[in-house]
């Protein structure tokens, strides 16, 4: 007997995943370096003893979106939620990629976009970032012109490089696609200005949220939507029925009426992060700057996964992104506590110093 052969168009390409080892400071999947405020870890624990188990959980999550909805300044039916941003991404090609569509992205970005598009059997036509990485105003509506994507992802803060896109040309990108302009926001609480303000039921423009960076919520898998209520509509006729669990649900609405704890960690981070960066200009490495909630740099000297290595047997893990197309040699550190960022200081220091001998 031999297994049947999946389907041919999904080739041999790999899935995205970064190292899972076991290291006294990991800082390279983004999430929160804090765990959630203990008052919401009790309040999660009397709502998940009151769920009603035996029953399927609201299927429209109208309670989590209302609340969505009031914190955004947008209507509950321009909310969609689901299992982590992945699956809205997931849930948008499904509804507007597909067989004979395209999808667009401008790399580096996030590796997913790419990789859920080919899952979905969307075309992916792959554009560039200009040096600094920021997007190039004319190439981007020459390829919005010859390709007409169904879909044009956009990342803002872009990972992994950290830069925001800029306001006018995601609004000129907006006005100029054929099809839905998705602008990834996974890291938009630490950036400077948000995409949200061009929503409009009348606008082919998404925005994704996730529970999963400043929320400390990784563990949860949450993310959301907001877009026109007739996209919502679509992105639900996608979803599989009851796809949002009880436990997932209540744990959003907790977190949401927490708005205030969520923003003092934006700011630690936020400090946390100009620190890191004055820190690693102390060493011979370039850095970019970051409107994220993690920092991309090159080491002036020895290969990038030499230094990943070298990071790795102190017992810090950060990301290699050195064999990246368009990233050779660079590395991407998240933003940790003020300790695990001293650590991740000095570690580097030591690989550096080792490795140029
Ligand atoms: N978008 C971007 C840009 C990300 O970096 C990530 C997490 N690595 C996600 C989406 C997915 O986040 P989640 O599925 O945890 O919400």
Known sequence: MTLPEPRADLGLREGYHSAQVDVEVRLNTNESPLPPPPGWVEQLRTAVATIEYNRYPDREARQLRVALAELHNVAPEQVFCANGSNEVLQSLCLAYGGAGRKALTFEPTYALHSHIAHLTGTAVVAAGRLDDFSLDRDLVLDVLRAEKPAVTFLCSPNN??????????????????????????????????????????????VVTRTFSKTWSMAAVRLGYALAPAPVVAMLERVALPYHLDAIKQAAGLLAVARVAEMEERVGLVVRERQRLIQGLGRLPVMVWPSQANFVLFRPEVGPGSEVWQGLLERSVLVRDTSSWPGLQGCLRVTVGTEAENDRFLAALGEVLREVGK
């Open 160 to 205: 992994p490089t950290g830069n925001s896109e800029d306001r006018s040309l995601v609004k000129a990108v907006v006005d100029a696609a054929p099809g839905l302009v998705v602008v990834d926001e996974a890291y938009g609480q630490f950036a400077d200005w948000s995409a949200r303000d061009l929503l409009d039921d009348e606008v082919p423009l």
